[in-house]
């Protein structure tokens, strides 16, 4: 697939998706994994990591790999989870933090930690962050330097809250609900050049400080930046199972 963009010219990306993981290289889209859904991507030193949640939440693992000269080398199943449901994958002093959560069943809402080995990866611990509120579906993760946040995506169209996002110590400790505005469907939060920053998914909407940056009739999930520029993932509003 050829992808007209100045933006991405230039650059390499690697994208995860409902539908497989693709690679981006020169404005051309390779498929690289398929017919598997893929959340979060992570490096590590020279290693990097994808959740994969195989097909309809099934078979799920962390895949680990190597990209060299141009070319993705050993990849390798580092850790297997059935009835899963991986988000946002984050790679924190060492340690690997992959959220695991829904609405579906049981609101699960979990966090896995994983200490990165040389050649291996060990689950070290089941996180459960407690709040006094009902919220629910944590997706995704941000360290900042002596706290953490956590958004709640929430799934308004059921329960009719906002998403909201958290602030807990670096104990895990609940600290204080964070002010923002009146969030659907929330992703992606993070802090860039002290601003708050998040994905105001269901509204079309990236919100990075004070500015506000619309995108009409789209979903946005995926986000990432660099000096020069922000890259958001972009979908169509259909069911969630065909949204990339």
């Known amino acids: 697939t050829k992808i ?88 924190h002093k060492g340690n690997l933090y992959l959220t695991n959560s829904t609405w579906r069943y049981n609101m699960l809402d979990e966090i896995l930690k994983f200490k990165i080995g040389n050649n291996f990866l060990k689950l070290e611990k089941r996180i459960f962050p407690k709040i006094d509120y009902p919220f629910i579906h944590l997706n995704t993760i941000f360290f900042k330097k002596n706290s953490i946040l956590l958004c709640y995506h929430n799934y308004p169209q059921q329960t009719k809250m906002p998403s909201q996002v958290c602030e807990f110590r670096n104990n895990w400790k609940f600290l204080n609900v964070v002010e923002t505005e009146i969030l659907a469907s929330a992703n992606n939060v993070s802090i860039i050049n002290n601003k708050f920053s998040i994905l105001d998914s269901d509204n079309g909407i990236f919100l990075l400080g004070k500015n506000k940056f619309n995108f009409p009739g789209k979903y946005l999930r995926g986000f990432d930046h660099d000096k020069k520029n922000y890259y958001i993932g972009l979908n169509k509003f259909e069911q969630r199972y065909m949204r990339v």
């Open 4 to 91: 007209k963009s100045k933006a991405t010219l230039k650059k390499k990306i690697f994208i995860a998706s409902n539908n497989g993981f693709f690679y981006l290289e020169n404005n051309k889209l390779y498929n690289i994994f398929e017919k598997n859904q893929f959340y979060g991507i992570a490096k590590y030193k020279n290693k990097f990591f994808i959740a994969c949640l195989g097909q309809h939440h099934s078979e799920g693992c962390i895949i680990s790999f190597n990209y060299t000269l141009n070319k993705i080398k050993n990849p390798k199943i580092e850790y297997k989870l059935r009835e899963q449901h991986f988000h946002d994958l984050k790679i």
